[in-house]
């Protein structure tokens, strides 16, 4: 084995606080693991605007004590160094029910307090939601949420927001970052016990007064109490920690019929019923549409495990079920509230991301509301939300993105999947008030607005090469756009790494006012528009397409969207094909 590397390891060894990551760790010494070794010593999990995440296991490429302890290290350096007032604000801690989030809340409180700041901790199980919220609710320097959200079990992760409430933005997520790569070895790491903290008044509770301040939020949501008694809903919270709040949620909302997937409403850190505990996945909501059949529910409502995400199906007439696309809960939930919720009137907005469907603008500029569209992540629809406010006095109204993300006015300044469903189960009840259900206001949209359809395509390239083959395609494309996809003509090109929009023939037309990031977009005739961009999570590039489909006078939804599927498929296979073929080239 390698000395550099078994020194490496043996150094970790030492100083890790954890006795279940160092008995792992000395395994795999022992075994002489050299592979196992070098993927957990070759690097170490980066921090950036989404915080870590990453596998837990001992050594710094994985999610364990001593990678949260020197994360916290550098986070309370930073405040130190920013926020003047940080030993009076404090910051917020939130955790979920996954393995090892319990015992790293602690670790952060434990060494936020040895920093002296007050670390202002949630004493049970806390949605990634209300730890967002209680951020601005309390005035706090800033916020940590222990969780990985709908990744598998084995993963955990570390979410840091801002004081506006918001996930970090650039430039502190590089500030904090150079202040973790400063921290030195963790028993120098001053921390203190909870019972010194406490005395100390460095760790302090939170609990049911928060939650209550979040629910008295959340209810200024609600613009209508038509139908609540006679909707009846399936809920699940797929084994996280949204079960409590959610439920609390609609029967503040005036929602009495409402049923629980038992198997999964406890948190449980293994997930047993579920492979991903995503809702997207095939297979993680079937226990709640076999309950939903039982009970002839109208709507199954599904929270991911830190139930920042909304996953809805809707009761057809024939008593079959149809789950919505993140992109068409979008749209419904949008439409509603530029119908209903007319609280800022002309200064009302809505923002949604570059790869969500653009029915959304094409909705907002018809109803009279502002639109924006930002980088993918909530942290660019929550940070533009605030920077508009302040420069334009408009109010948020709605933001979401394709996959579940949603966030109804001001009360979260991140995902909110708890506020969504009671906003959704909302609207659903006054449909069926009208003899109406989700799906015939998203049919009507379609006959307003054409069918949009939207798809992704993932291409997985791993390795030292497959990082080459994906760096060739999106320098072919970005340097030799197509002038053509799927037989419709591109009209123009933008392009997010070098802020330009380009036309077809490679005249500049506009810049791009948003951070840089590797994302192609080709706007093609129609309305209907394909994008490229690395993962920055997964050795895959992924490709999005959004395609509208306008609907004949008196034809059925159905034929539009048949036709729009067939289109869809044209389009994907010749862009996958101009893909590989410079991949090839």
């Avoid at 990031?517 to 992924?542: M, W, Y």
Wanted: charged fraction near 25%.
């Amino acid at each position: 084995m390698d000395q550099s590397l078994r020194t490496a390891a043996e150094k970790w060894l030492a100083e890790d606080p954890d006795p279940d990551t160092r008995a792992e760790l000395q395994q795999l010494l022992d075994r002489g693991e050299e592979a196992q070794l070098r993927d957990r010593f070759g690097m170490r999990l980066e921090f950036g605007t989404a915080g870590l995440r990453g596998v837990i296991g001992a050594g710094p490429n994985r999610f364990n004590r001593s990678v949260v302890i020197r994360t916290t290290a550098g986070l309370a350096r930073y405040l130190l160094e920013t926020v003047a007032d940080v030993k009076q604000r404090g910051v917020v801690i939130g955790f979920d029910g996954r393995r090892l989030s319990a015992e790293t809340a602690k670790d952060t409180a434990a060494v936020l307090a040895g920093h002296g700041i007050p670390a202002r901790v949630y004493t049970e199980l806390a949605p990634t939601p209300l730890t967002a919220f209680t951020v601005t609710h309390l005035g706090a320097a800033a916020g940590v949420m222990i969780t990985a959200s709908h990744n598998p079990p084995e993963y955990n992760g570390y979410k840091v927001y801002w004081s506006n409430g918001a996930q970090i933005v650039p430039p502190h997520d590089k500030g904090i970052s150079a202040a973790i790569d400063a921290v030195g070895a963790i028993p120098e790491v001053p921390r203190l016990e909870e019972k010194e903290a406490r005395a100390q008044g460095l760790w302090q509770d939170l609990g049911t007064q928060e939650i209550d301040a979040y629910f008295a939020a959340i209810r200024d949501l609600s613009t209508s109490r038509a139908g609540r008694d006679d909707l009846t809903v399936v809920y699940t919270p797929l084994h996280g920690v949204g079960g409590k709040l959610a439920t609390r949620a609609l029967r503040e909302f005036g929602f009495t019929k409402i049923h629980v997937v038992e198997e999964q409403f406890e948190p449980d850190m293994h997930f047993p019923t579920v492979r991903f505990p995503n809702p997207e996945e095939p297979g993680a909501m079937d226990l709640s549409l076999e309950l939903a059949r039982k009970t002839k529910a109208d709507l199954v409502l599904a929270n991911d495990p830190d139930a920042d995400r909304l996953a809805v199906a809707v009761r057809r007439p024939d008593g079959s079920y149809r789950q919505l696309s993140g992109n068409q809960i979008g749209v419904v939930l949008a439409a509603w509230l530029m119908q209903h919720d007319r609280r800022g009137g002309d200064k009302r907005l809505v923002i949604s991301t570059i790869v969500s469907t653009p029915m959304a603008g094409e909705m907002a500029k018809a109803f009279g509301v502002a639109y924006d569209e930002v980088l993918t992540g909530f942290k660019w629809i929550a940070n533009r939300a605030i920077d508009r406010k302040r420069e334009k006095g408009e109010r948020f109204l709605v933001g979401f993105e394709e996959a579940l993300g949603y966030s109804v006015g001001e009360v979260c300044r991140d995902k909110d999947g708890v506020s969504a469903a009671a906003v959704f189960a909302e609207l659903a009840a006054e449909a069926k008030t009208r003899g109406r259900d989700v799906v015939d206001e998203l049919e009507d949209l379609y006959r307003r607005f054409g069918v949009y359809l939207s798809r992704q395509h993932a291409a997985t390239m791993k390795g030292a090469a497959g990082q080459q083959q994906i760096a060739k395609i999106m320098d072919a494309f970005r340097h030799r756009a197509p002038q053509a996809i799927g037989g419709l003509e591109v009209l123009q090109i933008r392009d997010f790494k070098l802020g330009v929009i380009t036309s077809a023939s490679g005249g500049e037309v506009d810049r791009i006012t948003l951070p840089s990031s590797n994302v192609l977009t080709f706007d093609l005739q129609g309305g209907t528009r394909v994008i490229a961009r690395p993962s920055g999570t997964e050795p895959k590039i992924k490709y999005y397409f959004d395609l509208r489909e306008p609907v004949r006078a008196g034809e059925p939804i159905e034929a539009a969207e048949q036709r729009a599927t067939e289109r869809l498929d044209r389009l994907e296979a010749d862009f996958v094909r101009l893909a590989n073929d410079a991949a090839e080239a």
